[in-house]
C-alpha cells in the first residue's frame, strides 16, 4: 500500500461493516504511519481495483493490524487471508513474534473470520483509551 492508494482504501474502510475510522486516518496520518511501517501494508487488485486491503505494522515488540477490508463482492476467495498472511510474513521477518488486533465486539462476521485463520480472542485483557 502507498499513499497512492489512500482514495481508493478511504472509500473501501469507509464502506466496510465492522471498519471504525477516526482523525487518526486521514491522508497525513495515513502517510506517516506507512512511512513508519514502510512495506507492512498491502492492498489487493482486480483490474486495477482496490478490493481488499490491510493496514499493518509493528513498534518494535509486537505486531498491529487495523482495518482489514474486502470488498464484499471478492470475499470467501482467500484475499483477506493472503492480505494477513503477507502482513504476519514481513513482521516476523522483522523479528515480531506477535501481532494483536483491535475488533469491535458486536463485528461476529469479522470474528469468525479471524478465528477461522487461528487467531483467537482475549479476555483477559481489554482496551483503554484516552484521545489526546
Not at 36 to 42: E, V
Not at 44 to 60: E, F
Request: aromatic share 10%; glycine share 10%; hydrophobic share 40%.
Amino acid at each position: 500500500m502507498t499513499i497512492g492508494d489512500y482514495a481508493d482504501v478511504l472509500d473501501l474502510w469507509q464502506t466496510s461493516e465492522g471498519v471504525g475510522l477516526s482523525d487518526s486516518d486521514s491522508r497525513e496520518n495515513i502517510q506517516q504511519y506507512l512511512d513508519r511501517n514502510s512495506g507492512m501494508s498491502f492492498v489487493a487488485l482486480m483490474d486495477d481495483k482496490v478490493v481488499g486491503a490491510i493496514l499493518a505494522g509493528h513498534d518494535g515488540r509486537r505486531g498491529y493490524i487495523y482495518h482489514l477490508a474486502v470488498n464484499p463482492d471478492f470475499r470467501r476467495q482467500g484475499i483477506g487471508r493472503n492480505l494477513v498472511e503477507r502482513c504476519i510474513k514481513i513482521m516476523a521477518e522483522s523479528g515480531i513474534k506477535k501481532c494483536h488486533l483491535f475488533i469491535f465486539n458486536e463485528n461476529t462476521e469479522g470474528m469468525a473470520f479471524w478465528e477461522s485463520i487461528g487467531w483467537s480472542p482475549r479476555s483477559d485483557i481489554g482496551v483503554i483509551s484516552k484521545n489526546i
